[in-house]
C-alpha cells in the first residue's frame, strides 16, 4: 500500500517537525489530497498566530470551525479555551461550570497539571472524531513546533499516570491507548535538507522511537531546490542556487541513511502561501507517493 493510501485510513495524523519547514502548509496539502480523495477531514491548528485559514484561502476561525472546500474544515484551537469546553462538557450546570473556569485555582491547576493542555488538545480531536458536528473521518493536527509532537503525544501517558484513579486520569489513559493503536493514529514529519532540521528530525525519530514506540508513517522533504543546468554560466544566482541545492543533496543522503521509511521529496515552488501552492503541492505529493 502507498504512503499516502496508509494515511487515508487512519483517524489522527499528527504533522511535527521544526518551526518554518512547512508543517503547516503540509497539514493544509494533506488535508486537500486526502479529502480530494473522499475522506471528510478536519486540520486543526494549535499555533496562536492563526495562518491556516490564510494557506487555504478561507475566513479565520478563531476557535470556530470553517469549511475550507468540500469534505474539508479548518479549526484554530487555544489550550485554554478547549480545557474550559472540556468542563462545560462534565459539568452540566452553566452557573457551576463558570465558576469553575472563572477561579484562580482552576487555572493554577491548567498551568501546572503536566501534560493536561497537550492531552486536552488531543482530547478534542479526539471528540471531533466522534462528535458528528461535522461529520469527520480524519483529524490532522498541526502540532505545536515547540512542544515539539514528542512531547505532545507523551503527555497523556504522563497524565494517566499523574491522576490515576480519578475521571481526568481515566481519560488521559484513553487517549494514550488511542495514540498508541498504529491503526489508527500516525505521525507525519515535515523537514527542509539543511543541516539543523535533518537533525532534529533523526532526533525526533529516535525520541517517537524510544518514548512512544511509535515509527514515522511518512517523512516529507520540503523545499528543495531545483538542480541547475550544467550550462547555466556561472554568477551570483546561479552559484547560490547550485549550492544550495548540493546541500539539498547531502542532508537528503544523511537522512537516508538512518531512515529507510516512506519518504517524498517537495520541491520549494515560486509561489506566495495559499491555495495555489497548496494545490499544486498536493499533485506533487500524490505524484511522488512512495
Ligand atoms: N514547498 C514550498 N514551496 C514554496 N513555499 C513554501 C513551501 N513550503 C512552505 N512554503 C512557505 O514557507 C513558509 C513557512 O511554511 P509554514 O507551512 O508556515 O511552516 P511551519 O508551519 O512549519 O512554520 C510559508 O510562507 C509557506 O508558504
Ligand atoms: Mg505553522
Known amino acids: 500500500m502507498s504512503a499516502l493510501a496508509r494515511l487515508a485510513e487512519w483517524q489522527l495524523l499528527v504533522v511535527t517537525g521544526k518551526g518554518g519547514v512547512g508543517k503547516t502548509t503540509l497539514t493544509a496539502v494533506l488535508g486537500r489530497l486526502l479529502a480530494g480523495r473522499g475522506k471528510r477531514v478536519l486540520l486543526l491548528e494549535v499555533d496562536p498566530r492563526e495562518s491556516l485559514h490564510q494557506v487555504l484561502g478561507t475566513d479565520p ?3 470556530e470551525i470553517v469549511q475550507a472546500g468540500p469534505r474539508l474544515f479548518i479549526q ?3 489550550p485554554g479555551a478547549v480545557i474550559e469546553e472540556m468542563v462545560r462538557d462534565k459539568v452540566s450546570i452553566a452557573y457551576l461550570a463558570r465558576k469553575i473556569t472563572e477561579s484562580t485555582a482552576f487555572h493554577q491547576f491548567i498551568e501546572g497539571a503536566p501534560g493536561l493542555k497537550e492531552t486536552a488538545l488531543l482530547g478534542h480531536a479526539y471528540r471531533m472524531l466522534h462528535s458528528g458536528r461535522p461529520k469527520v473521518d480524519l483529524v490532522i493536527l ?34 494514550a491507548a488511542f495514540l498508541a493503536d498504529p491503526s489508527r493514529c500516525g505521525v507525519v514529519l515535515a523537514t527542509l535538507a539543511e543541516e539543523m532540521p535533518v537533525q532534529e528530525t533523526l532526533e525526533l ?4 522511537q524510544a518514548r512512544l514506540g511509535i515509527r514515522p508513517a511518512l517523512i516529507v522533504a520540503n523545499g528543495l531546490y531545483p538542480s541547475v543546468d550544467e550550462a547555466t554560466p556561472p554568477g551570483r544566482s546561479t552559484d547560490f542556487l547550485r549550492a544550495r541545492h548540493q546541500l539539498n543533496e547531502s542532508e537528503l543522503a544523511r537522512l537516508m541513511e538512518a531512515w529507510d521509511g516512506p519518504l517524498c ?3 520549494l515552488l515560486p509561489l506566495e502561501r495559499g491555495p495555489t501552492l ?3 503541492l498536493a499533485r506533487l505529493l500524490s505524484e511522488a507517493d512512495p
Open 76 to 78: 484554530n484551537l487555544q
Open 265 to 267: 521529496h517537495l520541491p
Open 205 to 208: 525519530i529516535d525520541l517517537l
Open 142 to 175: 498541526d502540532a505545536p513546533a515547540t512542544g515539539h509532537g514528542a512531547t505532545m503525544l507523551a503527555a497523556p501517558g504522563l497524565l494517566a499516570k499523574a491522576a490515576e484513579g480519578g475521571q481526568l486520569g481515566a481519560l488521559a489513559a484513553d487517549l
Open 61 to 63: 476561525s478563531g476557535g
Open 278 to 280: 497548496v494545490a499544486e
